[in-house]
């Protein structure tokens, strides 16, 4: 991220939409938008926002993923069978449905 390039106003995003949406195409980097001094949003363009849509995603399943290991070495696990028995009988699901 420039510091520089990277975080304008809103009122300058306004004034210059044009200007900084071909910045923003051009560096491939998101621009963040300040109201008051303040981020107020996050504006990419598509093709960016796509690739960051997917590694977060990745990056979501990789957690869960961590998270499960590691509820299988602590031993917080239950039989498929056991879950099954305990989750119909919970919410009054029969075999004959």
Do not use: H
């Amino acid at each position: 991220m420039n510091l520089t390039e990277d975080i304008q106003s809103l009122s300058v995003f306004k004034r210059d939409t044009a200007k900084c949406l071909r910045r923003i195409k051009k560096s491939k980097r998101p621009m963040v938008l300040t109201v008051n001094g303040k981020p107020a949003m996050v504006v990419y363009d598509a093709a960016s926002y796509e690739k960051f849509a997917r590694e977060r995603d990745r990056y979501e399943a990789i957690e869960g993923i961590r998270r499960g290991l590691e509820d299988v070495e602590a031993g917080r696990v239950t039989e498929a069978e056991v879950f099954f028995r305990e989750f119909e009988a919970k919410y009054g699901i029969s075999d004959d449905e």
